[in-house]
């Protein structure tokens, strides 16, 4: 990389991550929401 | 066609049909951005002037037209649901905002890394792109913390939604106005990223890394705004029959 | 739109009136931003040193970045006391339409910030060995600025008004919209000051306020009905 491999790695890897973290955020935060749903159903489910 | 619209952006349609959509897009995307990072880094020929160092634009601008294209689609959706009132619309704008703002980080990081061995610092305030980029990532912040200080949901999508539109109207003054704030300042005379006298070889592994991007950014806001939607309908009774059936 | 052009500028004068009545009463509204503009741009001069070549070459930047946040410090009331009082909800419900309130309450902004920023400003200037041809420029783009800046800020003001941590939101939100008006007020007095040509600059500066002024008071009584519900 002709002395700029450091830096050019550096870029490709930081892209890799920015995508890594919107990807699990997206998926944390379903499977967050999916949880509370289900636990609010089944606590309404156990009153009725 | 009124009917298709409201059918497609009816919340439970929307939610299972974005579900079966996501892998059109991240098989496509992820094809793309294999052969745009393969050939960008490893077959386009090296940059005469920027030496190796210009392989960092294979990523810094797709993520840097990311960054532009997701405001605007932020702003169109968050000015559709509040002219027609369509919910789904707004739980977009929602779901646009965060992944923006990462990628226009995304920008700002990999341009000041190609700024240090191009101009010998990290930042350089005469380059009127970088300074827009933050500039962009301040317009994100806002709108974030807008939605953020707003408990209600329906006050948040139309407070943050007057907001995005007006930031609309403002980016391109601001783009121009940064142009001719940097066009004063007789700075390091600074290397062209790219230009249309780009070599063949070095053009289409960009071009294929900005497609590439554009559907996986595409996968990424289909999925958050799925959780989105989730969450918005959480007391209606679609959602709860699909739980109560273990659908996902 | 309803109601007739005679009647919405009966109503927009009503409210100017009104709250320049209000701020005569009170009249830390008024002096607070100013003694903070003073304040701010006195902080400079101690941060970087007595040196006048330095105090000569910052001095317009100083004096607008001073002007942009005393701006900003005095628009978070500017919806509050009638959000309180529930004056608020009078100008949802009066038949005047709301857009000319919302104008009422942005020029008030500026008759009662901006433009006793501009008449001060010159003897700030003086502090920071600015020429007096130049002063006369700074007080040009100052007063194109500020119309501008109410006129934004209003609507920033109108979306957090009732809102928690209302003051540092407001700066988020307002302060990026704000950079171009920076730019171009503060590299134009800069530009007079090296000698070069300064049309372009003002010229920017009024369209500018042109273009906001179309938009803005749409946006601002927009943000108040929705902020209101």
Same mark, same amino acid.
């Given at each position: ?48 | ?248 | ?36 503009? $003073?304040?701010?741009?006195? +902080?400079?001069? %101690? #941060?970087? =040193?007595? !040196? ?5 070459? &910052? @001095? ?32 949802? $419900?009066?038949?005047?339409? +709301?857009?000319? %309130? #919302?104008? =009422?309450? !942005? ?5 009662? &910030? @901006? ?41 920033? #003001? ?72």
């Amino acid at each position: 990389m002709g002395g700029y491999g450091a830096y050019v790695w550096t870029c490709f890897a930081m892209t890799v991550v920015v995508f890594v973290i919107c990807e699990w955020r997206a998926r944390l935060r379903q499977r967050r929401v999916y949880r509370d749903i289900e636990v609010r159903i089944k606590a309404l489910g156990d009153t009725q | 066609m009124w009917k298709f619209i409201h059918k497609l952006a009816s919340p439970p349609h929307f939610y299972g049909l974005a579900a079966s959509m996501i892998p059109w897009f991240v098989v496509p995307g992820l094809f793309l951005v294999a052969y745009g990072a393969y050939a960008g880094l490893f077959v386009a020929p090296m940059d005469y002037q920027q030496g190796d160092a210009f392989r960092i634009i294979y990523v810094h601008v797709p993520s840097a037209y990311l960054s532009m294209m997701t405001y605007m689609i932020m702003a169109t959706s968050a000015g559709i649901g509040l002219i027609w009132r369509i919910k789904l619309a707004h739980a977009v704008a929602a779901a646009a905002a965060p992944i923006g703002a990462w990628f226009t980080f995304l920008a700002l990081a990999t341009g000041s890394i190609w700024g240090k061995p191009m101009w010998g610092t990290w930042w350089e305030w005469g380059d009127p792109r970088l300074t827009s980029e933050l500039i962009m990532l301040f317009l994100y912040f806002g709108y974030m913390a807008l939605r953020g200080a707003i408990d209600d949901t329906a006050k948040a999508d139309k407070s943050s939604a007057v907001l995005a539109l007006v930031g609309a109207v403002n980016v391109p003054i601001i783009h121009f106005s940064v142009e001719w704030w940097s066009s004063l300042h007789q700075g390091p005379t600074l290397v062209r990223k790219g230009g249309p006298a780009m070599d063949t070889a070095m053009l289409y592994p960009l071009l294929a890394m900005i497609l590439g991007f554009t559907f996986l950014f595409g996968a990424l806001l289909l999925r958050r705004v799925r959780a989105e939607v989730l969450y918005r309908e959480r007391r209606t009774r679609w959602v709860r029959e699909m739980i109560l059936s273990k659908g996902t | 739109m309803t109601g007739d052009a005679p009647a919405m500028l009966a109503g927009m004068l009503g409210v100017i009136r009104r709250d320049l009545l209000l701020a005569w009463k009170r009249p830390g509204d008024i002096l607070n931003p100013l003694f903070f503009f $003073v304040m701010v741009a006195a +902080l400079f001069p %101690l #941060a970087v =040193g007595p !040196s006048p070549e330095q105090l000569e070459f &910052s @001095g317009p930047a100083v004096l607008w970045v001073a002007a942009l946040l005393a701006m900003l410090l005095s628009l978070n009331s500017l919806f509050l006391s009638d959000f309180e009082d529930g004056s608020l909800d009078q100008m949802l $419900v009066s038949p005047v339409p +709301l857009p000319a %309130l #919302a104008l =009422g309450k !942005s020029i008030m902004h500026w008759l009662t &910030s @901006g433009l006793p920023l501009v008449l001060i400003s010159p003897v700030v200037a003086i502090t920071f060995r600015m020429p007096a041809s130049v002063t006369g420029f700074l007080m040009i783009t100052l007063l194109l600025g500020t119309i501008s800046l109410s006129l934004l800020g209003s609507i920033g #003001a109108a979306l957090t008004v009732g809102l928690h941590r209302g003051t540092a939101l407001l700066s988020l939100l307002i302060l990026p919209l704000a950079m171009p008006v920076l730019i171009f007020g503060a590299r134009t007095v800069s530009l007079v000051a090296a000698g070069d040509g300064v049309a372009g600059g003002l010229y920017f500066l009024g369209a500018y306020a042109v273009l906001v002024l179309s938009f803005a008071p749409f946006a601002t009584a927009a943000a108040l009905r929705i902020s209101n519900e």
